[in-house]
T-cell receptor, first 114, second 112 residues
Framework: DADVTQTPRNRITKTGKRIMLECSQT?????MYWYRQDPGLGLRLIYY???????NKGEISDGYSVSRQAQAKFSLSLESAIPNQTALYFC?????????????FGPGTRLTVL | GDSVTQMEGPVTLSEEAFLTINCTYT??????LFWYVQYPGEGLQLLLK?????DKGSNKGFEATYRKETTSFHLEKGSVQVSDSAVYFC???????????FGTGTSLTVIP
């Protein structure tokens, strides 16, 4: 089974709808992240969380919110979706170790907002 | 702030050609450096990493050396295969591991 899973894998929705993307991990990592990927822009950080009670905004948090329901679960919400939120969304996890941290990514959710 | 700049693509090579993808970084301290690969329809996966100056990361025939003097971490492979076709991302994180900074990605297509 995959260590980092995302649901759904694909979603088409309409402008103004509320959408939730979910991420679960079995790696036991404390840190979880949400990114979006757009062509030519690489990955941009939306939100990150270092434990259940810790939530931090990333580079592009406007229009998004998150919830860390448990150590293993981190969900991303779009309260009122708009077309320019059409993108590929990735969840990632990491466990801090000095000099050795790396991120582990889920398979992504392709979101289309019409 | 901390950032990564990598060579723009797309890059198209013939099988068995030599590959170089350039990556330079800006950081206030001494980062750890990574190359990630994204195959079509998949998430990113770690290809190799280096945690201090002069370290060489290597995996699957790919290599990159952490050059502090030129703030670079160029990815190389001596002989590419069709199966290497993917998008490659350079990334860094500082010692706190709080955030990771990614380049914009370089798309590689290898033709038979």
């Amino acid at each position: 089974d995959a260590d980092v899973t995302q649901t759904p894998r694909n979603r088409i929705t309409k402008t103004g709808k509320r959408i939730m993307l979910e991420c679960s991990q079995t790696k036991g990592h404390d840190r979880m992240y949400w990114y979006r990927q757009d062509p030519g822009l690489g990955l941009r950080l939306i939100y990150y969380s270092f434990d259940v009670k810790d939530i931090n905004k990333g580079e592009i948090s406007d229009g998004y919110s998150v919830s860390r329901q448990a150590q293993a679960k981190f969900s991303l919400s779009l309260e009122s979706a708009i077309p320019n939120q059409t993108a590929l969304y990735f969840c990632a996890t990491s466990q801090f170790r000095p000099g050795a941290s790396e991120q582990f990514f889920g398979p992504g959710t392709r979101l289309t907002v019409l | 702030g901390d950032s990564v700049t990598q060579m723009e693509g797309p890059v198209t090579l013939s099988e068995e050609a030599f590959l170089t993808i350039n990556c330079t970084y800006t950081a206030t301290g001494y980062p750890s450096l990574f190359w990630y690969v994204q195959y079509p329809g998949e998430g990113l996966q770690l290809l190799l990493k280096a945690t201090k100056a002069d370290d060489k990361g290597s995996n699957k025939g790919f290599e990159a050396t952490y050059r502090k003097e030129t703030t670079s971490f160029h990815l190389e492979k001596g002989s590419v295969q069709v199966s290497d076709s993917a998008v490659y991302f350079c990334a860094l994180t500082m010692n706190t591991g709080n955030q990771f900074y990614f380049g914009t990605g370089t798309s590689l297509t290898v033709i038979p």
